[in-house]
Every structure is written in structure tokens, then in C-alpha cells.
Nanobody, 122 residues
Framework: QVQVVESGGGLVQPGGSLRLSCAASGTIASTYTMGWYRQAPGKQRELVATITRGGSTNYADSVKGRFTISRDNAKNTVYLQMNSLKPEDTAVYYC????????????????WGQGTQVTVSS
């Protein structure tokens, strides 16, 4: 069993910063690509950023230059540093992790967290 838990959301003024964290736990053999997605009210969930186990990153155009994704493989944790936040960044932010468990070490499944609210408003 694998759990993915996000933390760090909240209310911030435009131009401010927040740092989100996401930890995968359980009977983990290895964690592969981890990522952040977001969903604003009335919109579809969209990619924010992903990072491979080796550290290769991918960002949505809307957050390039403002957000930075990083990870700690030893802790099965991924971070999202968000700077210069805008009202349009307001959304529920979801983390996912591609995880191979100790029971099935050769197969990775994608696990999602429950989400954390980020609100950018003055």
C-alpha cells in the first residue's frame, strides 16, 4: 500500500511565494517520475511540472521561470517552489508518484494525493 500526501498550501498575496511538499510512503521499492498537477474551479486538471528520478524536469509554459520542482529520492519526496504567484495560479494542487512496491518491484503504478489548496489573492 502506498500513500501520497501533499502539504504546504495556503493563502498568499499576488507576487508572493509558497513551497509545496509531497511525500510518498508505504512498502516502496522505488519511486520514479513524480509530478504536480492543478485544477482550478470549472477547469480540467492540468500539468504543472514533473521530475524524473534522475532529475530531468518538465514545466507547463504558464509556470516556467516562476516555479521550480525538485525531489529527495531518499525521502520519496517532491517539492514545488512557487514564486511570483498570480491569481490565476489559484487551484487545488495534486501530487502524483510512479511507484514500484516491494510486492511488485518490476511494475510501477501511479498514485495520487488528495490535493492541497493554493489561493492567490489580495
Amino acid at each position: 500500500q502506498v500513500q501520497v500526501v501533499e502539504s504546504g498550501g495556503g493563502l498568499v498575496q499576488p507576487g508572493g511565494s509558497l513551497r509545496l511538499s509531497c511525500a510518498a510512503s508505504g512498502t516502496i521499492a522505488s519511486t520514479y517520475t513524480m509530478g504536480w498537477y492543478r485544477q482550478a474551479p470549472g477547469k480540467q486538471r492540468e500539468l504543472v511540472a514533473t521530475i524524473t528520478r534522475g532529475g530531468s524536469t518538465n514545466y507547463a509554459d504558464s509556470v516556467k521561470g516562476r516555479f521550480t520542482i525538485s525531489r529527495d529520492n531518499a525521502k520519496n519526496t517532491v517539492y514545488l517552489q512557487m514564486n511570483s504567484l498570480k491569481p490565476e495560479d489559484t487551484a487545488v494542487y495534486y501530487c502524483n508518484a510512479d511507484v514500484a512496491t516491494q510486492k511488485t518491484p518490476g511494475v510501477a503504478y501511479r498514485y495520487w494525493g488528495q490535493g492541497t489548496q493554493v489561493t492567490v489573492s489580495s
